[in-house]
């Protein structure tokens, strides 16, 4: 049984039945959950019932733009040729580099959380899907991490972009941004996620499949919505 801390349990005695009636609701007693050693995030949770999902179906991996981004820092790096370099160091990306680059990722050497990568340089990199593809830091074009233009790409991969993608279980979880952003920061982001999950997969993210959803902070308890409530 997992055992819970002093600060959880007490936290959890604040909130008497952990279902809300919506998210502004969940959102406020959230923020009344103090943690002041952390800046915590707001994660959303959706419990998938995979028994009602047939094959491929069943598998989503997508990026979404969320308008107020979700606080998290990454690290981006570039692959490009010469031609493009002037580019990468304008976008402000970590890491930057062609040929030198693939030497190194080859090596075993990552030092980024994505990689984006020109299109002419696909070819060569895709010796490297071994290395890459089990991480999930492959470029892909549905990712958008395929691009020439490379400033607006690590501006929204830094800024905008949240990955999403379901685990071997089904579930999906998202960070929408941190405590410390207001209300309707987080409800923009929320709403977004929503009608974009909605959008890419009907087929999964609907109400006969996804009965429940969750909202907590980073180490806190979660409170509980209902997909028709929303």
């Given at each position: 049984?997992?055992?819970?801390?002093?600060?959880?349990?007490?936290?959890?005695?604040?909130?008497?039945?952990?279902?809300?009636?919506?998210?502004?609701?969940?959102?406020?007693?959230?923020?009344?959950?103090?943690?002041?050693?952390?800046?915590?995030?707001?994660?959303?949770?959706?419990?998938?019932?995979?028994?009602?999902?047939?094959?491929?179906?069943?598998?989503?991996?997508?990026?979404?733009?969320?308008?107020?981004?979700?606080?998290?820092?990454?690290?981006?790096?570039?692959?490009?040729?010469d031609n493009k370099m002037p580019d990468a160091k304008k976008s402000g990306a970590d890491v930057i580099g062609s040929d030198d680059l693939i030497k190194k990722i080859s090596s075993g050497e990552i030092q980024f959380d994505r990689l984006?990568?020109?299109?002419?340089?696909?070819?060569?990199?895709?010796?490297?899907?071994?290395?890459?593809?089990?991480?999930?830091?492959?470029?892909?074009?549905?990712?958008?991490?395929?691009?020439?233009?490379?400033?607006?790409?690590?501006?929204?991969?830094?800024?905008?972009?949240?990955?999403?993608?379901?685990?071997?279980?089904?579930?999906?979880?998202?960070?929408?941004?941190?405590?410390?952003?207001?209300?309707?920061?987080?409800?923009?982001?929320?709403?977004?996620?929503?009608?974009?999950?909605?959008?890419?997969?009907?087929?999964?993210?609907?109400?006969?499949?996804?009965k429940n959803i969750y909202i907590s902070s980073t180490i806190g308890p979660s409170l509980k919505l209902n997909f028709k409530d929303i």
């Amino acid at each position: 049984m997992k055992r819970r801390s002093k600060r959880y349990k007490k936290l959890k005695e604040q909130i008497k039945d952990n279902k809300v009636k919506n998210f502004e609701a969940a959102i406020s007693e959230i923020k009344k959950m103090q943690n002041p050693k952390l800046l915590e995030s707001i994660d959303v949770s959706f419990k998938v019932n995979l028994k009602k999902i047939k094959g491929s179906e069943n598998s989503l991996r997508t990026v979404i733009e969320l308008p107020n981004g979700n606080g998290k820092k990454i690290k981006v790096a570039v692959l490009c040729d010469d031609n493009k370099m002037p580019d990468a160091k304008k976008s402000g990306a970590d890491v930057i580099g062609s040929d030198d680059l693939i030497k190194k990722i080859s090596s075993g050497e990552i030092q980024f959380d994505r990689l984006v990568c020109t299109p002419n340089m696909m070819p060569k990199i895709a010796k490297l899907g071994k290395i890459l593809g089990p991480k999930g830091l492959m470029p892909n074009p549905k990712l958008g991490t395929v691009s020439d233009n490379i400033v607006e790409t690590v501006n929204k991969l830094k800024n905008k972009f949240t990955e999403i993608k379901n685990d071997k279980d089904g579930n999906i979880g998202v960070s929408i941004g941190r405590k410390t952003f207001e209300d309707k920061k987080l409800l923009e982001n929320f709403k977004i996620l929503f009608d974009n999950l909605k959008k890419e997969k009907p087929t999964m993210f609907n109400s006969e499949i996804i009965k429940n959803i969750y909202i907590s902070s980073t180490i806190g308890p979660s409170l509980k919505l209902n997909f028709k409530d929303i």
